[in-house]
């Protein structure tokens, strides 16, 4: 099964992280590398990135055939998400043990869920 481990922020975590000393953001990021090493020794990682600034970000609306954007960032959003895993393993719970070693997990900012195929029986 597929499992989509979302890497969420939002203003507090990111100037938490901001506010971190180099050697405690070299610490955050040597956690990233090491589960993305071990997710790819295990052959269990598919992908996995860091998503650009919400600033960076269009929203798309399609309208009577007509589309139209609106740049970021957008205030309505508390949370955005900054990037992810997707994996492929057994079951949630193993997900779930792989999502608790991204560093964000202890800001509660760290979502697991289940990747639907098409066509599968919870479409």
Same mark, same amino acid.
């Given at each position: 099964m597929k499992y989509m481990i979302l890497i969420n922020h939002n203003k507090q975590t990111r100037d938490a992280w901001q506010n971190m000393s180099e050697a405690e953001q070299a610490v955050g990021m040597k956690a990233h590398m090491s589960l993305v090493g071990d997710l790819s020794e295990s052959g269990e990682l598919i992908v996995s990135d860091a998503l650009a600034d919400q600033s960076q970000a269009k929203r798309v609306l399609v309208k009577d055939g007509q589309v139209s954007t609106t740049d970021g960032p957008f205030p309505e959003v508390k949370e955005y998400? @900054? #990037?992810?895993?997707? =994996? /492929?393993?057994?079951? =949630? $719970?193993?997900? +779930? $043990?792989?999502?608790?070693? =991204?560093? $964000?997990?202890?800001? #509660? %900012? +760290? /979502?697991?869920?289940?990747?639907?195929? @098409? #066509? #599968?029986?919870? %479409?």
């Amino acid at each position: 099964m597929k499992y989509m481990i979302l890497i969420n922020h939002n203003k507090q975590t990111r100037d938490a992280w901001q506010n971190m000393s180099e050697a405690e953001q070299a610490v955050g990021m040597k956690a990233h590398m090491s589960l993305v090493g071990d997710l790819s020794e295990s052959g269990e990682l598919i992908v996995s990135d860091a998503l650009a600034d919400q600033s960076q970000a269009k929203r798309v609306l399609v309208k009577d055939g007509q589309v139209s954007t609106t740049d970021g960032p957008f205030p309505e959003v508390k949370e955005y998400v @900054a #990037g992810f895993y997707l =994996i /492929e393993c057994d079951s =949630i $719970e193993k997900a +779930v $043990e792989h999502a608790a070693r =991204i560093p $964000e997990a202890n800001f #509660g %900012m +760290v /979502e697991v869920r289940p990747v639907l195929s @098409a #066509g #599968g029986p919870d %479409m």
